[in-house]
């Protein structure tokens, strides 16, 4: 069954040009018909029955102008398809048989010219039979129904039989010489429509790779000038705190600005690369439970001493049924959905001037959940609007003097798509802009509400005793870092094959393993600590990845609590920390 799907395009292409080919013998047809009418009329002028002679002129001229009418129509590109156009053929050729049968009926009562003006009638059924050649519907369908009239009359009465006889294997044999052409113009039809086809492979491969050469130029571009401005200011304040040229220490504004264009630039960075991955088809994304009003609330409460910083005021609006409930969560990938949420509402703090922003959380029709972000910033107008969701593409009237890589919508939009949610605009230029992301909704999902606070404090209640390993020395010196700031007691290992060994040597409160190491990976590592005697065996572990869902269906299904991606932060640190713990409890519950 799929080969023969498969090879249907390729059938088409050939009847095509079968068609083609036989529209193409049209000329020829009109010259053959030009030579032998006046010999035809020749011998017809010795019938007795001149009315029969004029009347098969006259089906003769209307035979021919159908002919020609339908093939003028044909010729017209689009009009029908190739099955449809088949069977127009094989109708046309079938009122030349009829033509042909009436020749042949004309003739046998001709009288002295029976035999000739039937024998033209046999070449005018072997000249159908040629012209049919090029469609093979035509040639097995019109051939034998044009040499039927001349055969039969020439088979009536005894003295043609012996013409008969001659006349039938002159038709055989000219069958199988059609046949045989017919067979080696199909091998013909199929290497063009082979040609065809590669000249389109090489034609879409040839816009592919233009499309990616602006892509990557555009890409350039961008992180060009994102990276020489974020470092540049970088460099001035850390110049100034080595204190060369006689600076004074960076003021804390300084300090903050430098921080900030540190933070955009790693934000530039993570877009480029997401926008990278999905180009490219390999951004997968998961679909779980998840509280949406929850992380909403996060999400503005982040945002929020940016926008008061510009005067703005962020609200957040949540539909009456949602709050307080005990059962109804969103269904998504949640670290994408709060990816998404995060660009709206960065756009909007950014771009919005004066006014307002609110972000508002309601129930849709059915099992729909639409999260809004509206804005009282410039608008954008449709044009704009489409310019916006290209990667690498600002409206120019809007993002002058802002920082960006014009890859957050993009981006967004495609991870909505991923997800087979919905992103809604509705914008009009001087009034705002409000997008709306339509996830789906389940009603019946219970929320946990021993679940962990997502507002964790900086430092742990009890410091714990962490076992880290992380072969990269500058994000070994961050995540330690971040794990002493929040109160916790680090151990570091180069490796995964360290980090078992210390494991099995020395106990520990959790455990957080990168996912590609040198030696043992953190799957074979998580599975080869699992195998351990508790506590160890049974300690809290958190895998520490890249960002690739697949990445993290490994380090889940060899025994990992709780996933984080890079790069680390330290809420998302105290986040998994958690997380890992919440659901290590729950593990030792259920057994």
């Not at 055969?151 to 012996?162: C, D, E, K, S």
């Not at 040198?518 to 958190?542: E, H, Y």
């Not at 490994?554 to 920390?577: F, Q, T």
Request: aromatic share 4%; with cysteine; proline share 4%.
């Amino acid at each position: 069954m799929s080969g023969s799907q498969a090879a249907a395009p390729e059938g088409v292409s050939v009847a095509e040009q079968s068609l083609s080919a036989q529209v193409a013998l049209l000329p020829q047809a009109l010259g053959v018909f030009a030579v032998c009418l006046p010999i035809y009329v020749w011998a017809g002028s010795f019938a007795a029955d001149a009315v029969w002679m004029s009347a098969s002129f006259a089906i003769f001229a209307l035979n021919w102008a159908a002919f020609y009418l339908s093939l003028q129509q044909l010729r017209r590109p689009g009009l029908l398809d190739a099955h449809a156009r088949g069977r127009v053929h094989v109708l046309c050729g079938l009122l030349w048989s009829v033509a042909v049968f009436q020749m042949a009926a004309f003739a046998d009562h001709a009288g002295p010219a029976r035999e000739t003006l039937l024998l033209m009638a046999v070449g005018a059924a072997v000249f159908c039979l040629f012209f049919t050649t090029p469609h093979l519907p035509s040639l097995i369908t019109v051939g034998p129904a044009a040499m039927a009239g001349p055969l039969i009359f020439l088979f009536l009465r005894p003295q043609t039989t012996g013409i008969a006889q001659a006349a039938w294997g002159a038709f055989a044999l000219a069958s199988m010489l059609s046949l045989i052409l017919n067979q080696n113009l199909r091998r013909q039809f199929v290497l063009a429509a082979e040609r065809e086809q590669l000249a389109r492979e090489r034609s879409v491969s040839l816009e592919e790779a233009e499309r990616l050469a602006k892509s990557k130029s555009a890409l350039i571009a961008t992180l060009s000038h994102e990276i020489r401005n974020g470092l540049t200011g970088v460099a001035h304040v850390l110049a100034a705190a080595a204190g060369q040229g006689g600076r004074a220490a960076p003021s804390r504004e300084q300090s903050a600005a430098a921080l900030a264009a540190a933070n955009e630039l790693i934000a530039v960075l993570n877009a480029t690369l997401d926008q990278e991955t999905a180009e490219a088809g390999r951004l997968m994304v998961d679909s779980a439970q998840f509280d949406p009003v929850r992380m909403l609330r996060e999400l503005a409460a982040a945002a929020r001493p940016q926008a008061a910083a510009k005067g703005l005021e962020l609200n957040v609006f949540i539909e009456p049924e949602l709050e307080g409930r005990v059962a109804g969560q969103a269904m998504a990938d949640a670290m994408r959905v709060r990816q998404v949420l995060t660009n709206l509402l960065s756009n909007a703090v950014k771009y919005t001037v004066r006014g307002r922003i609110e972000a508002r959380v309601e129930r849709q029709d059915g099992d729909r959940l639409a999260i809004a972000v509206a804005d009282t910033g410039p608008g954008l107008s449709q044009a704009e609007l489409a310019d916006a969701f290209e990667p690498f593409k600002r409206v120019a009237r809007t993002a002058a003097g802002l920082p960006g890589a014009g890859l957050g919508l993009s981006l967004s939009r495609q991870l909505v798509d991923l997800m087979g949610a919905d992103l809604v605009v509705d914008s009009a230029v001087g009034v705002g802009s409000c997008f709306t992301l339509v996830l789906r909704w389940d009603a019946g999902a219970l929320i946990d509400l021993a679940g962990p606070a997502r507002t964790l404090a900086p430092v742990a209640d009890a410091p714990l005793k962490v076992l880290m390993a992380e072969d990269d020395g500058l994000n070994a010196a961050m995540l330690r870092t971040i794990l002493e700031q929040l109160g916790h007691q680090v151990v570091h290992a180069q490796n995964g094959r360290r980090a078992v060994d210390l494991a099995r040597a020395v106990g520990f409160d959790l455990i957080m393993l990168d996912g590609k190491m040198p030696q043992m990976d953190a799957p074979d590592a998580i599975r080869a600590i699992r195998a351990l005697a508790d506590p160890v065996g049974a300690a809290p572990v958190i895998a520490v990845i890249g960002g690739e869902a697949a990445e993290a269906g490994e380090c889940l299904a060899a025994g990992a609590d709780a996933v984080m991606r890079k790069p680390v932060s330290v809420a998302a640190v105290a986040r998994a920390i958690a997380e890992a713990g919440a659901s290590r409890k729950r593990a030792a519950v259920a057994a």
